[in-house]
């Protein structure tokens, strides 16, 4: 599906990234993952780098939300492959506090980590994109964009902007060859994650959901994989729901 792309993660040791990085390489990708967690903190993605080798996989540690480590990471991917095909953007930050309870630095904090840094990788990323030829962009928002949800306020805030900015990337630069598409997942979890949670949990999310349950990261990285891959040409300026029918 992805056989040849050069595409680069960011949040790639987060919980989707964790699920992203090996299936997009087992998809035939060259793959660049950049967190602000150093390597050594993910002992699954250190092994996925040891089988794959430097040839079809780079980590970087950087900060999505500072400039110039921003453009050091995409400085990286043109003298390592000199290309960028796709771009799966997913750090954020979040503090869930309500409207009077949070600061002003952490508001700023939730927005710089959130809507600033897609803001910076997409700035960056396009250019070598366009040089490459083409490419897709797939910024990880969420359900949160749309929903109001109590205590989310500038992750909400920072999301809906997400939405936004993918939507004016794709009117802006579709004539280059670049699709632009916003991920909006609902309630998903990790493999781990899911074999740990109570009967009580899965009751609660399974009542929020028209499928009955949470999602898996797979489930949500099959999506991104398909939105950055040819089989989705004709796609762009779209926000994809991934929410097992949350919204509805």
């Known amino acids: 599906m992805l056989q040849g792309k050069t595409i680069v993660i960011t949040g790639a040791l987060g ?14 990708a060259n793959v660049i993952g950049c967190d602000i967690v150093p390597l050594e903190k993910s002992p699954d993605i ?18 999505a939300s500072d400039e110039e480590q921003v453009k050091a990471l995409i400085d990286a991917v043109d003298s390592r492959f000199g290309r960028l095909d796709g771009a799966y953007f997913n750090a ?16 700023e904090r939730t927005i710089a980590g959130t809507l600033t840094s ?11 994109m366009i040089r490459s030829g083409g490419g897709s962009i797939v910024n990880t928002s969420s359900v949160l964009g749309h929903v109001p949800k109590s205590g989310c306020l500038g992750y909400g805030a ?15 630069y579709a004539r280059y060859g ?5 991920l909006l997942p609902g309630d998903f979890k990790s493999p781990e994650k899911l074999a ?37 040409s004709y796609v762009t300026g779209s926000l994809y729901s991934v929410d097992g029918g949350f919204r509805i």
């Open 196 to 232: 740990m949670m109570s009967e009580k949990s899965k009751e609660l999310i399974g009542q929020e959901t028209l499928l009955g349950r949470s999602g898996s990261t797979d489930e949500i990285n099959q999506v991104a994989a398909f939105l950055l891959s040819d089989a989705s």
């Open 158 to 172: 920072g999301k809906a902007g997400v939405n936004q900015l993918t939507r004016v990337i794709a009117k802006d």
């Open 178 to 182: 670049i699709r632009a598409n916003a």
């Open 46 to 63: 250190q092994a996925v780098a040891e089988q794959y080798g430097d040839s079809r996989f780079m980590f970087m540690q950087a900060d």
């Open 92 to 107: 954020y930050t979040n503090v869930w506090k309500p409207l009077l309870d949070l600061s002003l630095q952490e508001w």
């Open 118 to 128: 897609a803001f910076l990788c997409c700035k960056y990323a396009v250019p070598l």
């Open 15 to 28: 919980m989707l990234g964790r699920s992203a990085v090996p299936m997009f390489l087992r998809h035939g």
